[in-house]
T-cell receptor, first 114, second 116 residues
Framework: NAGVTQTPKFRILKIGQSMTLQCAQD?????MYWYRQDPGMGLKLIYY???????DKGEVPNGYNVSRSTTEDFPLRLELAAPSQTSVYFC?????????????FGQGTRLTVV | AQSVTQPDIHITVSEGASLELRCNYS??????LFWYVQSPGQGLQLLLK??????LVQGIKGFEAEFKRSQSSFNLRKPSVHWSDAAEYFC??????????????FGTGTRLQVTL
């Protein structure tokens, strides 16, 4: 059972480039989330989805976009990368709403924008 | 809006010693409370959760936590720490019954170092 899989694990981007962080889960969870983790700041919610075709903004959505065409996949798109987007990104999924139940996290993508 | 405070950024304990990590929350109703652990280079893993009922909850790896409503606290404890417990620990609070997807609010984390 793979759980939540994120790719890539590491990436260096130049300012202004774009990329997509991939996230896939095989637990048939409806709820999926993207967080970013900055040193000393905990995790901040970027976007979330409650099911295929439904997404919504979290605390820090600016500079990011998401889509959810299938239950399994929830990619995060960075357009016009900026140094402020240097962070570790975590994808998570849960059976029901994440405040109510256990969330399963991927291993993270460490992104550096130079 | 809910918030979580973990006052200790970094804690060092000797292997075999007891451990208590502090967590204080702010929320208008009875919250759902969680402790997650993050080992180096890994994602977060749930240690334990409190939803209702017995205020002392048991988790994996020998951890427990106690919900104290009067103190708005949910401190994590372990009677005897092992070197493999070195990690970062996050307390989180979840909103209840929001009608939409509830969300987790995380504390800033406590990094635990274990000396041999």
């Amino acid at each position: 059972n793979a759980g939540v899989t994120q790719t890539p694990k590491f990436r260096i981007l130049k300012i202004g480039q774009s990329m997509t962080l991939q996230c896939a889960q095989d637990m048939n969870h409806n709820y999926m989330y993207w967080y970013r983790q900055d040193p000393g700041m905990g995790l901040k919610l970027i976007y979330y989805s409650v099911g295929a075709g439904i997404t919504d903004k979290g605390e820090v959505p600016n500079g990011y976009n998401v889509s959810r065409s299938t239950t399994e996949d929830f990619p995060l798109r960075l357009e016009l990368a900026a140094p402020s987007q240097t962070s570790v990104y975590f994808c998570a999924s849960s059976y029901s709403s994440v405040g109510d139940t256990e969330a399963f996290f991927g291993q993270g993508t460490r992104l550096t924008v130079v | 809006a809910q918030s979580v405070t973990q006052p200790d950024i970094h804690i060092t304990v000797s292997e075999g010693a007891s451990l208590e990590l502090r967590c204080n929350y702010s929320y208008g109703a009875t919250p759902y409370l969680f402790w997650y652990v993050q080992s180096p280079g890994q994602g977060l893993q749930l240690l334990l959760k409190y939803f209702s009922g017995d205020t002392l909850v048991q988790g994996i790896k020998g951890f427990e936590a106690e919900f104290k409503r009067s103190q708005s606290s949910f401190n994590l404890r372990k009677p005897s720490v092992h070197w493999s417990d070195a990690a970062e620990y996050f307390c989180a609070v979840g909103a209840r019954n929001t009608g939409t997807a509830s969300k987790l609010t995380f504390g800033t984390g406590t990094r635990l170092q274990v000396t041999l």
